[in-house]
């Protein structure tokens, strides 16, 4: 396949053709390819025939990843023709893919400019993180209900690991881990409907990498909230594990506030969110 590499700030060539290459590979045969590294670790994705089934869904992948990895900025243009170069594909499938993410608030389509990496206003993050703390707060409270020993064991390795990457200078596996613990509640809460809201609501702090801008002292804070959670958990106290999932979503909202400046997002401010 004739290939060529467009100038956008993006490296998914590669992953493209790993993903084609695995997704026809024997599962015996398979190695550890590209797809298995880093940028993998803010959005997995379990490479199956039926996940993956055409081109479009592959460039939503990648373009998902260069997206909430901060490969690509907020505001940022996504020109078709660029991005099918880089692929090595051709524009439909691109311009599917697109579509695809206009529908999860990732990208948007802007007057004389196409599409673009959607921007939010501090309001609106401010939104995602409340509507999140409500969600998340239910479900590890449902999750009281439904835990098993197996799940809090999990949690509790979580705790330790996260724990360990405390003051490592590569924030990626300290934020595998966050997202690691925080899956495994709401797996234990057993409701997809759930599942698929929580997805949607904790895209958008990737996109800003909101866990980037945190200090040692918040960092443990996090953990210390993980491991209250996993205590209550372990409890089967609903209350109290709902209650401090709230909490520790909404200390998060307010980290990036900070990080903004002016508590802007805490106070909904109108003015401009941009990444830092």
């Given at each position: 396949?004739?290939?060529?590499?467009?100038?956008?700030?993006?490296?998914?060539?590669?992953?493209?053709?790993?993903?084609?290459?695995?997704?026809?590979?024997?599962s015996s045969q398979r190695a550890v390819t590209k797809a298995d590294g880093p940028r993998d670790v803010l959005l997995p994705i379990t490479v199956t025939p039926r996940v993956v089934r055409n081109a479009a869904d592959i460039a939503a992948e990648?373009?998902?990843?260069?997206?909430?990895?901060?490969?690509?900025?907020?505001?940022?243009?996504?020109?078709?023709?660029?991005?099918?170069?880089?692929?090595?594909?051709?524009?439909?499938?691109?311009?599917?893919?697109?579509?695809?993410?206009?529908?999860?608030?990732?990208?948007?389509?802007?007057?004389?400019?196409?599409?673009?990496?959607?921007?939010?206003?501090?309001?609106?993050?401010?939104?995602?993180?409340?509507?999140?703390?409500?969600?998340?707060?239910?479900?590890?409270?449902?999750?009281?209900?439904?835990?098993?020993?197996?799940?809090?064991?999990?949690?509790?390795?979580?705790?330790?690991?996260?724990?360990?990457?405390?003051?490592?200078?590569?924030?990626?596996?300290?934020?595998?881990?966050?997202?690691?613990?925080?899956?495994?509640?709401?797996?234990?809460?057993?409701?997809?409907?759930?599942?698929?809201?929580?997805?949607?609501?904790?895209?958008?702090?990737?996109?800003?990498?909101?866990?980037?801008?945190?200090?040692?002292?918040?960092?443990?804070?996090?953990?210390?909230?993980?491991?209250?959670?996993?205590?209550?958990?372990?409890?089967?106290?609903?209350?109290?594990?709902?209650?401090?999932?709230?909490?520790?979503?909404?200390?998060?909202?307010?980290?990036?506030?900070?990080?903004?400046?002016?508590?802007?997002?805490?106070?909904?401010?109108?003015?401009?969110l941009r990444a830092g």
């Amino acid at each position: 396949m004739q290939t060529v590499k467009g100038n956008v700030g993006l490296a998914l060539i590669d992953d493209f053709c790993d993903r084609m290459q695995y997704a026809v590979m024997p599962s015996s045969q398979r190695a550890v390819t590209k797809a298995d590294g880093p940028r993998d670790v803010l959005l997995p994705i379990t490479v199956t025939p039926r996940v993956v089934r055409n081109a479009a869904d592959i460039a939503a992948e990648l373009i998902r990843q260069a997206i909430v990895e901060g490969r690509l900025d907020p505001g940022e243009p996504l020109r078709e023709e660029r991005l099918a170069a880089e692929l090595g594909i051709s524009r439909t499938p691109v311009r599917e893919a697109l579509l695809i993410l206009q529908t999860e608030g990732l990208v948007e389509a802007a007057p004389k400019r196409g599409s673009v990496v959607r921007s939010y206003r501090p309001s609106e993050v401010a939104d995602l993180y409340e509507t999140r703390a409500m969600a998340e707060g239910y479900a590890a409270g449902r999750a009281a209900r439904f835990v098993t020993d197996d799940d809090i064991e999990l949690l509790r390795q979580s705790c330790t690991r996260f724990e360990a990457l405390l003051h490592q200078p590569d924030v990626v596996p300290l934020v595998k881990e966050n997202l690691a613990f925080h899956g495994v509640i709401v797996s234990a809460a057993r409701s997809p409907t759930l599942a698929s809201l929580m997805d949607i609501v904790t895209r958008v702090p990737l996109v800003y990498r909101s866990y980037y801008h945190y200090s040692s002292k918040e960092k443990e804070l996090a953990l210390h909230y993980h491991q209250r959670i996993a205590q209550a958990l372990e409890e089967r106290d609903a209350v109290r594990a709902e209650a401090l999932m709230r909490e520790h979503i909404l200390e998060a909202r307010d980290v990036l506030a900070a990080h903004l400046g002016d508590g802007s997002v805490a106070d909904g401010s109108k003015s401009p969110l941009r990444a830092g």
